[in-house]
Nanobody, 112 residues
């Protein structure tokens, strides 16, 4: 069974940076698709960044040029580097596997 555990969230001032981690286990291959999503209070969950099985990455327009998804050398950790953070980036951030497994989420709060 796939398990995903996010970490790295916290409180940061606008313009600052955070790096989120998603520790993945249970994949049968080191090549897998995975994505980062977020849900702000009162809003629907939305996709932020994803990586396909070939390693190509995609970002939502709202985070292009500021967020970067990458894989760790261990092949089981996926990172979301978030730079130039804005108050509207405040949300719970989740990672999700292609098969639909979700992590528990990590809170990111950006103060103005």
């Amino acid at each position: 069974e796939v398990q995903l555990v996010e970490s790295g969230g916290g409180l940061v001032q606008a313009g600052g940076s955070l790096r989120l981690s998603c520790a993945a286990s249970g994949f049968t291959s080191e090549h897998y698709a995975i994505g980062w999503f977020r849900q702000a209070p009162g809003k629907e969950r939305e996709g932020v960044s994803c990586k396909d099985i070939d390693g190509r990455t995609y970002n939502a327009d709202s985070v292009k040029g500021r967020f970067t998804i990458s894989s760790g050398k261990d092949k089981i950790t996926v990172y979301l580097q978030m730079d130039s953070l804005k108050p509207e980036d405040t949300a719970i951030y989740y990672c999700r596997s292609e098969a639909g497994y979700w992590g528990q989420g990590t809170q990111v709060t950006v103060s103005s």
